[in-house]
């Protein structure tokens, strides 16, 4: 334990490995000492990202540093969804609101968990209590005395005449808004101030990301400067600064995916095979973490490891099958239109370089992360333990986007793949790291990389100020679009039913 407090500036830091140590010692074998340090650097790190302004003259620099830079991040989070750019160009202060697509969705599935406390969707989209926008339901139609089950989308006619016997749930997963509903539940908030308390949450929530990914480099023996550079790359240089003030579970499902990945980093297989389960729950196509996951254990040959994931794997996918099949009569919940493939390379063209949604359009620095992401799965590889695991269901999960015909519907940039912006974000640094020797190579993409990152800051910064305006738009719409900003809303209200 004093290896753990000494040179702690954070009095919790000590308490709370103290107090771990003592309740938790003799049950938990060799994960015990790991698991006391690493809560006690998170406490420590939070202590100094939200205490640690007050006491900055008795702080050295490095630290200095790091309370100013996690404190602005956090303001700045904060501030992004009260702010909008309109004509003029002009910065004035809103209200935290729904902006389109299925956010409003989202948030009536939370406000019927918290204040109705039920799964049926049909009365709430006729009240509609928090009075937002929605044109259309999207439902499943459940027939409860014959099991027949459609989406509301399908218009099926089997649903067209209307019978006590047929209840409408959720055609999204339940598990973001369940989530959200067990941060906001302990502080019983207003349902008037339900919008503004859920938009609080998600910037908790992508904030935590930043400090996740921090203490990963760091814990992949990086120093404070290169976890710092991919800290500020992922929170600065790209979407998941706009999508703070979203209500899309994509933050959320980040959250999972770099816990997850950090868990398998420390041989904590798992702890990984849970996190990449929830996000699974979120989104079932995220399921493809895990079976990523158990390929790269198959691929280096931990075989224990690998069963064990499936073992977690497969009581987590029994679980989620079983809750749906009881709400919904079906195995499947992900979404109101579900995949839809198709025989054509332009879903891998519009997610990749597409101009509404492609990835390398909105974020060219994730061509360098690509660029490691393949050396790692080459014959010779590379000495990085982390490359490969982000590799393989990267490949995967672009493989399943390249079979979907429908894309990421109405949103603002390159949303299937904001989860990801954290793992790219490790493996840019990473990459950098693991090549050491000067080349060319290295060079080259150092050289790329820089000017990537800044043209990236300079999409993502004022885009998340135009998020509402910039649904669906193509990126060269970012610095251009301030009259649209301004004119949007009118044009959304005038054509809205009344």
């Known amino acids: 334990m004093r290896k753990t407090c000494q040179g702690s500036t954070s009095p919790f830091l000590c308490i709370s490995a103290a107090g771990a140590q003592r309740t938790f010692s003799g049950r938990l074998g060799r994960y015990t000492s790991d698991c006391n340090v690493a809560f006690a650097r998170v406490v420590d790190l939070l202590w100094l990202a939200v205490i640690g302004p007050s006491r ?57 968990i918290m204040y109705y406390h039920q799964l049926e969707m049909g009365r709430a989209y006729l009240r509609n209590p928090g009075g937002y926008y929605l044109p259309d339901r999207h439902t499943i139609l459940v027939n409860r005395r014959t099991g027949q089950h459609a989406l509301s989308f399908d ?138 996951f158990v390929v790269e254990r198959m691929w280096a040959r931990r075989w224990r490891e690998a069963a064990s994931m499936v073992a977690v794997l497969a009581v987590c996918a029994i679980a989620l099958v079983t809750f749906n099949y009881w709400l919904a009569r079906t195995a499947v919940i992900s979404g109101n239109l579900g995949l839809v493939p198709v025989r054509s390379l332009r879903p891998l063209h519009e997610t990749l370089i597409g101009s509404r949604h492609g990835l390398l359009n909105f974020v060219p620095w994730t061509i360098v992360a690509f660029i490691f992401l393949v050396f790692s799965l080459m014959p010779w590889g590379t000495e990085s333990s982390i490359l490969r695991p982000i590799a393989i269901p990267t490949v995967l999960y672009l493989i399943l986007l390249s079979l979907d015909s429908k894309g990421p519907g109405s949103s603002y940039g390159p949303r299937y793949w904001v989860p990801f912006l ?48 910039l649904f669906d738009r193509p990126v060269s719409t970012t610095w251009r679009n301030f009259e649209t900003a301004a004119n949007a809303p009118a044009k959304i209200a005038a054509a809205r039913p009344r």
């Not at 900055?56 to 991040?73: E, G, Q, V």
């Not at 502080?187 to 101030?193: E, G, H, L």
């Not at 150092?446 to 800051?457: C, N």
Request: one cysteine or more; proline letters at 8%.
């Open 56 to 112: 900055l003259p008795s702080l050295i620099i490095r630290r200095k540093t790091l309370t100013c830079f996690f404190a602005i991040m956090l303001l700045a989070m904060w501030a992004v969804t009260r702010l909008e750019v309109i004509a003029g160009p002009q910065i004035r202060i809103v209200a935290a609101r729904p902006e389109g697509g299925d956010e409003p969705h989202y948030l009536l599935m939370l406000l019927s």
């Open 155 to 292: 218009h099926n006619r089997a649903f067209s005449i209307k019978s006590h016997d047929v209840y409408e749930v959720p055609a999204h997963p339940i598990a973001y808004p369940a989530l959200l509903a067990i941060l906001l539940a302990p502080f019983s908030p207003d349902m008037r101030y339900l919008v503004r308390d859920a938009s609080i949450a998600m910037v908790f929530i992508s904030w935590l990301v930043i400090i996740v990914v921090y203490k990963f480099v760091r814990t992949l023996g990086m120093g404070c400067w290169p976890a710092l550079l991919a800290a500020s790359v992922l929170g600065l240089a790209s979407p998941w600064f706009a999508y703070t003030r979203s209500f899309y579970p994509e933050p959320a499902i980040g959250l999972a995916m770099v816990l997850a990945l950090w868990a398998l980093a420390r041989d904590h297989s798992k702890m990984a095979a849970l996190a990449s389960a929830a996000a699974a729950f979120m989104k079932p196509p995220f399921a493809l973490i895990g079976v990523g």
């Open 422 to 469: 954290p793992w790219f974000a490790i493996a840019s640094v990473e990459g950098l790291r693991v090549i050491r020797r000067p080349s060319p190579i290295r060079s080259a993409l150092l050289l790329g990389y820089v000017p990537a990152v800044a043209f990236s800051a300079a999409i993502a910064l004022p885009g998340a100020l135009q998020y509402w305006a």
